[in-house]
């Protein structure tokens, strides 16, 4: 049974830090296919960073330069420069399938979510 525990996150103003950690119970991948999903008030969820299959991070444009993806067990994703609209509900997600190339990442498990919120 996987169980993803995520701590972190908080309030803080335009401009600060936060960090999330997402440690994976019984994943068997290390931090391999683990990421960090957002979805604020009304719109879509969105991916925000990952670790390929290969634990290589990968960002998204609008965090990119900003946040930082780390670990190798436990998944870290340092947040700097916040903006406003960063603020969201923030999601650990994990999941390595095999498909006809081989594997690859399918986000399965899904922690409970911290919230993350920025003021101007």
């Known amino acids: 049974q996987v169980q993803l525990v995520e701590s972190g996150g908080g309030s803080v103003q335009a401009g600060g830090s936060l960090k999330l950690s997402c440690e994976g119970r019984g994943y068997p991948y290390g931090s391999a296919c683990m990421g960090w999903f957002r979805q604020a008030p009304g719109k879509a969820r969105e991916k925000v960073a990952h670790?390929?299959?290969?634990h290589s991070p990968n960002y998204a444009d609008f965090v990119r330069g900003r946040f930082t993806l780390s670990g190798e067990a436990t998944l870290v994703l340092h947040m700097n420069s916040l903006k406003p609209e960063d603020t969201a509900m923030y999601f650990c997600a994990a999941g390595l399938g095999f498909g006809a190339s081989g594997p690859e990442c399918r986000f399965t498990f899904w922690g409970q979510g911290t919230q993350v919120t920025v003021s101007s």
């Open positions: 670790m390929d299959r290969n």
